[in-house]
């Protein structure tokens, strides 16, 4: 193992923190080429799983935006992945979307009750599909759905690549606008060092953990002018938030 330094990190592999990842889980193969296919070119990111244990596994090593949850499975149904992500406090809130066969009503009243946000009939146009995700994704987290996401008076533009505080472009490196595009999308939620090790530079590139510390640092000495409010917040042997009651000063 080895360790990058600061100056020495290796390059990066392309992971942008703007683009939400969804888990196609599916056991027929053409639907999920199809869907992969789609899903990418409106600019999602794609992992698929064959079947609900894969599925409960890339959950956990991925920490997806979305899970397009197919009923018919082998082993573990759609609906038992639902009902496990649906009591675990780190996946309660993941957007799930079920696909079900058509003519299956008593099966999609029951999906919605085991807790999946929506569900769609196959065979479905994907105009309809992109249709919901977007809805469930404004519905569930806004930041996502969006290119530019606001909070007290910093705005964060994905599509140009812009950050801006009050009436002023902030300039960061490609490092600190992800950590910031990461932060921004949960205000409050209290990462780790080590999680934001992965969401941001990527659980496939090993870093020092105070790397991150350093990236810290010079988001907040990029962010904030004299007299302004921090909008990162320090928790004391936890790691860091967006504070959610930031607000403009
Ligand atoms: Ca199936």
Partial sequence: ???????????????????????????????????????????????????????????????????????????????????????????????????????????????????????????FSMTELFARIRAVMRRIRPALADDVVRAGEIQLDRAAHRVRRGGRDVHLGPTEFRLLDHLIQYPGRVFSREQLLDAVWGSDVYVEVRTVDVHIGRLRKALNKKGENDPIRTVRSAGYAFDETFEAP
């Fill in 1 to 123: 193992m080895t360790l990058a330094g600061e100056s020495a990190a290796p390059p990066k592999k392309a992971r942008t923190a703007a683009k939400p990842l969804v888990v196609v889980v599916e056991d027929e193969a053409p639907l999920t080429t199809l869907l992969s296919y789609n899903l990418e070119r409106e600019g999602y990111r794609v992992s698929m799983a064959r079947d609900g244990e894969e599925a409960l596994l890339i959950v956990d090593e991925e920490r997806p935006d979305l899970i397009l949850l197919d009923w018919m499975l082998p082993q573990i149904s759609g609906i038992e992945v639902c009902r496990r992500l649906r009591a675990r406090a780190d996946t309660r809130n993941l957007p799930i979307i079920m696909l079900t066969a058509r003519g299956e009503e008593a099966d999609r009243i029951r999906g919605l009750d085991t807790g999946a946000d929506d569900y769609i009939t196959k065979p």
